[in-house]
């Protein structure tokens, strides 16, 4: 391919796509909006900042697509995740990096590569130079939302995403709560305690779920919508589904021994 290939978008779809094309000998333009144009959940300008979770969820290749999505893309010389696994940490059987040396990681690999360069600008309409990829998430500028819009015939498109929220671990009681990973998963100690367990009694479980119910929630612009993805549900939207719902999923006891007490929990909040 003698055209230049643009990458609009930075972030990890945007990084992998630059570095296996740089690969194949492609000349790479990777457009990046960041840092001068800032967002409000980014803080670097770096490469595949990680802005949410920084866990890349199970790394089971032999149990788990999600692990054997991992090991096709390693084998496939993928940087992103050859990057999570030179800075990851003790996760039980999950994937997760230290988010800060993972970007930066991965930033100076691009910029390392020869056939890469790297472009600062805001885009606001789409190349005509060359080939191009559009790897832009939720947080893709308005213009260029715009000129996408024009150009897919689309006056919407789809982004799946949920929030894992920041808990201090100071401000977790460890005389009620304890680290295990689900089913001691892990191949050392390290890997095996890498999770916080919070247990909730039946009376705990319940006024949480009436507080999740209840709480303030962000309101659709006028004539959006939300077509969600069952395998990445935000919180609120699940317990909207059933009050157990939760109970059956990311807080299910299960696979878990409290050490504080013999009386199985009702359910359970993990952090990592």
Known sequence: ???????????????????QAANMGVKVVLHEMRPKVETFAHRTGNFGEMVC????????????????????MLQAGGLIM??????????????????????QAVTDALMAHPNITAS???????????????ATGPLTGKRLGQAIAHETGRDALAFFDAIAPIVYAESIDMSQAWKQSRYDKGETEEERTAYINCPMTRDQYEAFIDALLAADKTEFHEGETAGYFDGCLPIEVMAERGR?????????PVGLTNPHSDMKPYAVGDAL
């Open 1 to 19: 391919m003698d055209k230049t290939l643009h990458i609009i978008g930075g972030g990890m779809a945007g990084s992998e796509a630059a570095w």
């Open 53 to 72: 979770s920084n866990s890349f969820r199970s790394d089971d290749h032999e149990q788990n697509a999600v692990g054997l999505l991992h090991w096709e």
């Open 82 to 103: 050859t990057t999570a696994h030179a800075h990851r940490l003790p996760a039980g059987g999950a994937l997760a990096v230290d988010r800060d040396l993972f970007a």
């Open 120 to 134: 600062y600008e805001e885009i606001t309409e789409l190349p005509t130079d060359g080939h191009l990829i559009i």
């Open 244 to 252: 157990e719902t939760l109970r059956f999923g990311p807080m299910k």
